[in-house]
């Protein structure tokens, strides 16, 4: 498929005519409206260039990949306060797959087929040319109608044949912060890419989002496929998202430095949000099982190697649904099914119905 093209911007041009006069790097140029020495690095990938989109979409009409948010969530100063003990602070999205498709409607807006084989959950309508307004209030695969969010990741493959996780997948919506009061629900339209098609196996262990690697059973913590797995076993994965957000925008050109993993507060085992990403939002925790087994040398990911596993996520919740939830099972401290119903504590009741709708 032809790319489209559209001229540079005759700012641009000037701007890169300047700084190769004066010898400024194109790092920073790239780094557009807003980005502190703290923006993360985009990364390339044949397939996934995770990058600003060359084109104006349905959300980015100008295609310079910032989306800022409207109104932006300003004032805010990250929490370091400890409340009341909680083991728990969490509730489960369970999503099964819809379809696949070679598209990626935040790194490659309105373009379709030009990304890597990718396997989408929880809203049915997603593709390429997907928005905040196409996809919130859509049909869902979620137990929650109210999420019509999209979460998708590269298809994996056993030789040439496509093998997708069976039945509901786990997502955690839980606390990254130690102050779990402080969690508020994401604003609607953010999206972000957790990982990268193009890190290193070492890059893939040391990720702040990194939890056990590969698995299958009593093998753990693999950066790669194990060789085999075990009769009847399902090949794991669980990764996290960054949870503080910078308040400014939806999304960035790198579709990652608007967003920040928590930090540790000096001189305490706290975690709390950085300066520079201030909005405690809830961490993601994808938790998926792929059914293969025995044999795995001809296991691998559309984007390659097992370590390039990555995943994105595009919010399109209802928002009093979503908001329901986080506040009676994040902020509340509970350890909450779809329902938002934690079995340890049937006295605290549930924050939706028997239809997992709000009552």
């Not at 409607?105 to 040319?129: C, K, W």
């Not at 300066?275 to 040398?297: Q, R, T, W, Y």
């Not at 649904?321 to 079995?343: F, K, P, S």
């Amino acid at each position: 498929m032809r790319r489209r093209t559209k001229p540079l911007p005759a700012v641009l041009v000037a701007t890169a005519l300047i700084a190769a006069l004066f010898g400024v790097g194109s790092t920073a140029l790239a780094s557009g409206p807003g980005s502190g020495t703290d923006a993360a690095p985009a990364a390339a990938h044949a397939g996934h260039a995770m990058a600003a989109s060359a084109e104006a979409s349905g959300d980015d009409p100008d295609g310079d990949g910032y989306i800022p948010a409207n109104p932006p969530v300003t004032g805010v100063t990250p929490s370091d306060k400890e409340p009341a003990p909680a083991y728990f602070h969490e509730f489960q999205a369970n999503c099964e797959v819809t379809h696949t498709a070679a598209d990626d409607p935040i790194v490659y807006p309105d373009q379709p087929g030009r990304s890597h084989d990718h396997t989408f959950m929880g809203n049915r309508s997603t593709d390429a040319s997907s928005t905040t307004d196409s996809l919130f209030g859509g049909a869902t695969t979620c137990l929650a109608p109210g999420d019509a969010s999209a979460y998708w990741m590269p298809s994996l493959f056993d030789g040439d044949r496509k093998v997708l996780p069976v039945g509901p997948q786990v997502i955690y919506y839980k606390s990254g912060v130690t102050d779990y009061t402080s969690v508020r629900p994401f604003p609607k339209g953010l999206r972000f890419v957790v990982g990268s098609p193009m890190q290193s196996a070492e890059e893939f262990r040391n990720h702040p989002g990194w939890v056990e690697g590969w698995e299958c059973g009593d093998s753990y913590m693999n950066v790669d496929f194990p060789q085999h797995c075990p009769e009847n076993t399902q090949l794991n994965i669980r990764m996290q998202a960054p949870s503080c957000w910078d308040g400014r925008y939806l999304d960035t050109p790198d579709h990652q430095s608007h967003m920040a993993y928590p930090v540790v507060k000096p001189g305490t085992n706290n975690d709390i949000c950085p300066a520079s990403h201030p909005v405690a939002l809830p961490m993601i925790e994808f938790k998926m099982a792929f059914p293969v087994d025995g044999d795995m040398s001809q296991v691998r990911l559309a984007s390659g190697r097992g370590y390039s596993f990555h995943y994105d996520f595009f919010n399109a919740w209802h928002e009093p649904t979503l908001a329901a939830l986080v506040e009676h099972c994040v902020v509340g401290g509970l350890q909450c099914n779809a329902r938002g119903y934690d079995e340890t504590h049937p006295e605290r009741g549930a924050a939706l119905g028997p239809d997992y709708r709000l009552p």
